[in-house]
């Protein structure tokens, strides 16, 4: 059945879907008493199924062993209790408490066990791959240029009324008296190749939105976003961004693009009780956040992984060129952290006094190997400004390399070996990709090369082919040629998972050198409820698109010392494109043996996930020999596992069993070990590790699942401790999207261990 029916079906009508397509399932849940007896049911039924070993066989499983247990939900604070299976049983006989529930639900459940019992469809041929992509234009093609062309001569006669009209203008961006209506055009037209011009003058409320649109809004969206204007949410859109859409609806699809702009009636409603999404996020002074890590601020400072620190600066690097609807940092905007005020954004004296302080903080880290800049938006911060702070990444750099010239083998600290300022601008506002800030970037790369870092990487965000303007394609073209790599990260909301698009944005962005590094989900609750792509729809691009780009281990190796060499590095990613007849190159689903994988989102057999680029990893290092804590105590990180554990038996970990008693696990700086733990067998599907001798690593995830669909995210902290193997403590959040009572949480699953 088409998807597009599949979305107009009826409860009822879905049921009778079940009936015909999947009668046995429909035998076992009428034929139970309870939920309990349908879940016992289920079990026996996927045991005997063909396709019970593979991965909708153990998404089965998953959902069977999580129904009815309680969880914790993030967005509320509250425990409740996770009824996947239960509302399935409920629905297929007839006694669904919510006759009002959307479907989306049960679409997602159908199709995984439609997989249950049915052959594996075979993939698409790479043929059909490009026909599907090659339906998506790009901003680059002559038609679509054209039509933005007449959005821009349009957006200048509004651009003049705009300043003429301002009670305050800013001295920059104001007319001389005299000047006529041509030379005013001509000097906005002038303008317009400024990025500042473009920030001055951005969109901020509903009504000049939708004149800058040509008046396309109707009258719905206009009443929801005055209704978002009414509850203090932010407007901001440069006119640059609104010329990208088509607002003669005859022209191209631009809806991955609209999505940035417009709020959904989800959003709008959530705004202003919107919770941080990943518990790391929320931090108190002078606690460490749920990663384990105590942080010397809780604005300027972010950590979910040992070797990754995210830098937030008080400068103007807080705002961004443009609000993202589906921004997974809403609740900064909502507390005002995050804001447009420019003036107020601005680094204050006391901002040096603290940059230092930070760099202290990284300078004394084990472990941290890769510094995120961010924000907000990193090229948001004046040249002067990102000037200063990355000189000062740079010298902390210097002295940390220097100390561990002193330090005796066994004791040395992790240097810092990759800088990544993140940055939408390049989608947003190309013009600020100027000289200088390209000779900001050159200079800090000859300094910081010196001192031991190996990789410089602008991180952008492009989310349709559509954003890659001429403009955008110069931008790209002046990073790469200060020497950085550009990667691309892409959100995978429903309008950027339409069949072959994202496909096509990996060929256009390949074509002018950039390296796509990630692919995750969105984030957040129910503000964004309406950008959520379902799962089934991520599975499907995994199984039809995603197998084309797809690297071999020695592919990635070889593209790693290819993006080392330098010079023309779009040049050199399209050579190897053609001589691996590769369509795009994608983040790996797989990580070459020997590496750590690094991000990754493990989705349950549904890859709509958060992928790190093999070749773009960090290299490994001896791991160090002591774990600064800002506390001063000389322990590493303690972990408690404790009471009865899930004992595997066979392949999937089922079974109990009972640890003798409490197991504390620490280490100190000489690496004596207080306590060892041998590990036996491991109940995590595509974990595959082993036992280790000598120094071994103990490594806590937080994964967070859907039932039935993708995962969102995974932190992890890595603990070295002499003498002892490897141990995995994954937490599942269980959360059922697309459904009005959502349920998320924690649940540990953890791993048979042995004394």
């Given amino acids: 059945m088409k998807q597009r029916k599949m979305l107009a079906l009826t409860l009822y009508q879905l049921g009778q879907l079940y009936r015909q397509e999947l009668p046995e399932l429909v035998a076992a849940a009428e034929a139970s008493g309870d939920a309990v007896q349908f879940r016992r049911r289920l079990g026996e039924w996927v045991s005997r199924s063909e396709s019970a070993q593979g991965d909708a066989g153990e998404q089965i499983r998953l959902l069977i062993d999580y129904d009815g247990r309680e969880v914790d939900e993030l967005s509320t604070g509250e425990r409740m209790p996770v009824r996947t299976l239960t509302l399935l049983w409920q629905f297929l006989t007839g006694c669904l408490e919510n006759v009002e529930m959307r479907t989306d639900l049960f679409i997602d459940l159908f199709y995984l066990f439609k997989r249950l019992g049915g052959a594996e469809l075979p993939p698409l ?13 790009s901003g680059l093609d002559a038609e679509v240029r054209e039509i933005r062309a007449d959005n821009r001569e349009r957006m200048l006669h ?22 006529s209506y041509e030379d005013k055009y001509r000097q906005v037209a002038i303008w317009w190749n400024d990025f ?95 990663a384990g890590w105590l942080l010397p601020d809780g604005h300027n400072i972010h950590r979910r992984y040992p070797e990754v620190a995210i830098l937030i600066p008080d400068t103007m690097g807080r705002a ?8 997974q940092r809403m609740y900064d905007f909502q507390s005002e952290r995050l804001n447009f005020e420019f003036e107020s954004l601005r680094p204050k004296e006391s901002w040096d006094h603290k940059l230092r302080r930070l760099m202290t903080y990284f300078e004394e880290d084990t472990q941290l190997r890769d510094i995120l800049i961010t924000g907000g938006d990193a090229l948001m911060s004046q040249n002067k400004t990102l000037r200063n702070i990355l000189e000062a990444v740079c010298r902390m750099a210097g002295r940390k390399r220097r100390a561990n010239a002193r330090r005796p083998d066994g004791e040395k600290y992790a240097e810092l070996q990759r800088v990544r300022p993140g940055s939408r601008l390049p989608a947003y506002l190309p013009m600020r990709i ?140 399209r050579r190897f494109m053609k001589r691996h007849r590769l369509p795009c190159d994608r983040p790996q689903r797989a990580e070459p043996a020997g590496h750590r994988q690094e991000h990754v989102v493990q989705a349950g057999g549904h890859y709509a996930r958060r992928q790190a680029h093999p070749a ?136 048979q261990a042995e004394l």
Wanted: charged fraction near 25%; include cysteine; hydrophobic fraction near 35%.
């Fill in 125 to 137: 041929s790479m043929q059909r791959v490009r026909i599907r992509s090659e339906r998506w234009p």
């Fill in 158 to 179: 509004l651009l003049v009324q705009k300043i003429e009209n301002r009670k305050s203008t800013p001295s920059r961006f104001r007319f001389a008296e005299g000047m």
């Fill in 196 to 290: 500042r011009f473009h920030l001055a003058m951005a969109v901020k409320s509903p009504s000049e939105l939708n004149r800058f649109l040509g008046n396309s809004l109707s009258a719905e969206t206009m009443y929801l976003l005055s209704k978002a204007r009414k509850k203090g949410m932010p407007f901001f859109a440069t006119p640059y961004y609104l010329s990208l859409l088509d607002v003669t609806g005859k022209g191209y699809g631009d809806e991955a693009i609209r999505s940035y702009i417009l709020y959904s009636p989800q959003l709008v409603e959530t705004y202003g009780s919107i919770r941080a999404w990943e518990k790391e996020d929320v931090v108190e002074a002078g606690k460490p956040n749920a």
């Fill in 320 to 327: 961004c060129g443009g609000l993202c609807a589906s921004c």
């Fill in 434 to 573: 100027d000289d200088g800030l390209v000779e900001v970037l050159r200079e800090f790369k000859q300094k910081a090369s010196a001192v031991g870092v190996r990789q410089f990487i602008i991180q952008t965000h492009f989310q349709s082919p559509l954003e890659v303007t001429p403009e955008a394609q110069e931008a790209i073209r002046r990073i790469l040629a200060a020497g950085w790599l550009v990667t691309n990260q892409l959100v995978y909301t429903v309008a950027a998972s339409r069949r072959g698009h994202t496909t096509r944005l990996r060929q256009v962005l390949n074509a002018l050198g950039v390296v796509c590094y990630y692919t995750f989900s969105v984030k957040g609750f129910q503000e964004n409820y309406a950008v959520f792509t379902p799962n089934s729809r991520s599975l499907q691009e995994q199984h039809e698109e995603k197998i084309y780009g797809r690297l071999t281990p020695e592919q990635a190796g070889e593209l790693d010392a290819e993006l080392e060499k330098g010079g023309d590095t779009a040049e050199r990613l």
């Fill in 616 to 751: 773009l990893r960090p290299r490994p290092h001896a791991p160090p020999q002591s774990d600064h804590r800002p506390d001063g105590r000389n322990l590493y990180r303690r972990e408690q596992v404790a009471g009865r554990l899930p004992a595997p038996a066979g392949k999937h970990g089922r079974g109990g069993g009972r640890l003798r008693q409490h197991l504390e696990l620490y280490a100190r700086r000489d690496r004596t070990p207080v306590r060892a733990l041998r590990i036996s067998r491991f109940p995590v599907r595509g974990d595959r590790a082993g036992e280790q001798s000598g120094t071994g690593v103990i490594r806590y995830e937080t994964a967070m699942r859907r039932p039935g669909g993708s995962d969102s995210g995974r932190a992890s902290k890595l603990l070295h401790i002499s003498g002892i193997f490897i141990i995995f403590v994954r937490t599942i959040n269980e959360d059922r999207r697309r459904c009005p009572e959502r349920r998320s949480g924690h649940v540990p699953v953890f791993v």
